[in-house]
């Protein structure tokens, strides 16, 4: 079992992906009760989750949202988890809940099929500044 604080939530991303190290600073910048926690998929934190919770990274291999109280949120279905608890407007994007699950995920599994292509990739994973380095875990 991943050890957390019972009132964090991890970020699990790509750790190598343009697109979603963007994404983790703008969870960052946006987190107003400071409850989120980040780790590469490539790192030891991220495999030892999809190893938990046995998670086919050919079918989910972008983003992942792990707490005690909900356990795991992939796809879609995290990403607007982590827009809930985000700052004011940015939390107003949780109504897109209503939309059927299989129709936000295919959304959701273009974007990241094509990510690479569009927001290009990293040779390897974000080394955080020495001020955010308390919020990723290896």
Known sequence: MVDIPKNKKLVLFDGVCNLCNSSVQFIIRNDKNNIFLFAPLQG???KDVISEFNIDTRLTDSILLYSLKDDISTKSTAALK??????FPVNLLVIFMVIPKFLRNWIY???ARKRY???GKQNECMVPS????????E
């Open 130 to 137: 020495t001020d955010l380095k308390a919020k990723f875990l």
């Open 109 to 111: 599994d273009l974007i």
């Open 117 to 119: 292509k569009w927001f």
């Open 82 to 87: 982590i827009a809930k608890q985000l700052k």
């Open 44 to 46: 030891k934190t991220g």
